[in-house]
């Protein structure tokens, strides 16, 4: 019979380092979040408000695109390569 133990001991949490200007940030990885903050980054503005609980509104809200998408694309790389699953699957 197979068996799953799940729980007990803290997982060490897995997060991107986020270096903006002088500052950084740790963005938890997909990994390390509840099924449902997953699934509900399914908006960008859903996703925007995900990552304002870690890096403040005010510095989200100043990047370009080009560095917004970069971070975005960072996060989801680093989820995928931490859990082996691409965000979404």
């Known amino acids: ?11 060490e949490m897995k997060t991107l380092r986020v270096n903006i200007g ?7 990885l997909g990994g390390m979040l509840k099924p449902r903050e997953l699934t509900a980054m399914d908006t960008p503005e ?4 995900f990552l304002e609980k ?3 509104k005010k510095v989200v809200e100043n990047l370009c695109m080009d560095d917004y998408n970069a971070l975005v694309r960072a996060w ?4 995928k390569e931490s859990s082996g699953v691409s965000v979404g699957e």
């Open 54 to 56: 870690y890096i403040p």
């Open 46 to 49: 859903k996703t925007m408000a």
């Open 1 to 11: 019979m197979k068996e799953i133990t799940l729980g007990g001991q803290p997982k």
């Open 76 to 79: 989801s790389d680093a989820t």
């Open 22 to 28: 002088d500052d950084h940030y740790d963005v938890p």
